[in-house]
């Protein structure tokens, strides 16, 4: 008998083995790091944990409780989810500090390239789809103010549940993924709905780490984001929505003033956007950046 489960029946280690498996197939033909680099930031790794451990006097009891949850990390396949969670957005700070253009934030584990193009700029959904109808428009230009004709947004987000089409069980492929092409100004027009603060997984081993740190698990509610443009660099962002409660203690720690959106009621049920992007030009020493 074929099993059908929902959305609201996700399991985290499902969850973690397909954002492993699509971090593999990301990296397949990827440059390698030279080995003065891996030693240099291995050695400084090191380090700052052995400084941890002589500052809090770590036993054995707590050292074997460290390895038995590393141990769970990839048996879950969270390493994705645990260093975007918590590593990423030091990284996307550091490769994109040198640009003037739009503020950029993490990727985040779940993004699927290769998204279907609507011509009606309505991003795939179910025909019951849940949420607050939202029609966003904006315009993709350069750091000097010209329109980017063509230019790629492509756009990903969770359900008004929190869960994520190939990442949940029951939801269609595609659902609320879409890759739009701006017209010959730089503009385009999205219709979507509005996506839910949700908690990351906690029935695996980020889970655990988070209950016994007594930490919180949530993200506010954002829209993911790459949009690039031929000779200018990938922008990759999250959107955010304002008065939502964990803008100020995102689990990410990615919200960023200027990605926060000022979404207006248009008084039919519905909610409009209006949010553009300025690329900066890619130059022969632009660090690689998503």
């Known amino acids: 008998m074929t099993e059908t489960r929902t959305e609201f029946e996700a399991r ?38 052995h400084d941890v451990i002589r500052k809090h006097q770590m036993t054995y009891e707590e050292y074997d409780a460290l390895k038995t949850w590393l141990i769970r990390v990839g048996e879950d396949g969270e390493w994705p989810l645990f260093l975007d969670v918590w590593v990423e957005h030091v990284v996307e700070d550091v490769n994109t500090s040198h640009r003037s253009g739009s503020k950029g934030s993490i990727e985040g584990p779940y993004y699927v390239p290769d998204a279907p193009q609507p011509e009606d700029g309505v991003i795939p959904m179910r025909e019951d789809e849940p949420g607050t109808p939202l029609t966003w428009t904006g315009q993709v230009t350069s750091t000097e103010g010209a329109p980017l004709g063509g230019a790629t947004v492509e756009l990903w987000h969770a359900d008004a549940n ?29 219709r979507t709905v509005q996506p839910a603060p949700y908690q990351i997984p906690t029935d695996g081993a980020c889970g655990r780490l988070i209950a016994a740190a007594d930490w919180h698990a949530w993200r506010p509610a954002h829209l993911h984001v790459k949009v690039s443009a031929p000779g200018h660099e990938l922008l990759t962002a999250q959107l955010y929505f304002p ?15 200027e990605l926060v959106l000022d979404p207006q009621d248009a008084g039919d049920g519905t909610v409009s956007v209006d949010y553009g992007f300025v690329l900066d030009p890619a130059t022969a020493d632009s660090p690689t950046t998503r």
Do not use: C
């Open 12 to 49: 985290a280690a499902e969850s973690g083995a397909g954002a492993t498996e699509a971090f593999r197939k990301k990296q397949r033909g990827g440059a390698a790091v030279p080995a003065e680099r891996v030693s240099a930031m291995a050695r400084d790794a090191l380090e700052a944990i």
């Open 162 to 190: 929190g869960f994520y089409s190939q990442y949940a069980p029951g939801l269609p492929e595609w659902n609320l993924r879409g890759t739009f092409l701006a017209d010959e100004q730089g503009r385009f027009t999205i």
């Open 243 to 257: 008065g939502d409660p964990h803008n100020e203690d995102d689990i990410a720690s990615a919200v960023k003033p």
